[in-house]
């Protein structure tokens, strides 16, 4: 198997709390009493899938295709700028083989939520619900994930040459 068949990328992502609801996750809206603060929708997980997928084609990073200090991306959507990347990764001649994510949140609890946001991962990559792993964990109590003062993500995505 030559170097350019599999390519491994990762994503990780911060994101600070602040009051009101809802919190939007994975390309999911949770009922919570805080939100995440950011200039597109803040999504922390899509921004780290995203990364990912970039990271792994080599075809840089979120800030560069969507620049935070473009007023286009202000409350952007983070579904459609992963749809964009997904694009760029899939004309570069790759596609997805699986990937497996992490939530760093104190709370709320994501266990009712995981199925349903690798279900809305795997509809905007294309792909199936068993190629993407969801996992939460929280932060213990300590540290800015255990204060609720930050929610973070990570993501790691095999990619494969189609071509
Ligand atoms: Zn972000």
């Given at each position: 198997m030559n170097?350019?068949?599999?390519r491994i990328g990762i994503g990780h992502d911060t994101h600070r709390l602040k009051?009101?609801?809802p919190l939007r996750i994975g390309g999911i809206d949770i009922e919570h009493s805080h939100s995440l603060e950011g200039h597109s929708d803040a999504d922390v997980l899509l921004h780290a899938v995203t990364d990912a997928i970039l990271g792994a084609a080599a075809?840089?990073?979120?800030g560069e295709l969507f620049?935070?200090?473009d007023p286009q991306n202000k409350m952007k959507d983070s579904?459609?700028?992963?749809?964009?990347?997904?694009a760029k990764v899939t004309s570069a001649g790759f596609q997805i083989n699986n990937l497996d994510c992490i939530i760093f949140a104190q709370k709320p609890k994501m266990s009712p939520v995981k199925?349903?946001?690798a279900n809305r991962i795997a509809e905007i990559l294309e792909i199936n619900p068993e190629q993407v792993g969801v996992k939460a964990k929280t932060g213990e109590g300590v540290g800015t994930v255990g204060l609720h003062e930050v929610i973070m993500a990570e993501c790691i995505v095999l990619l494969s040459k189609t071509v």
């Open positions: 170097q350019d068949t599999l009051p009101g609801g075809l840089g990073d979120i620049p935070d200090t579904g459609e700028m992963l749809k964009a990347a997904f199925r349903k946001i």
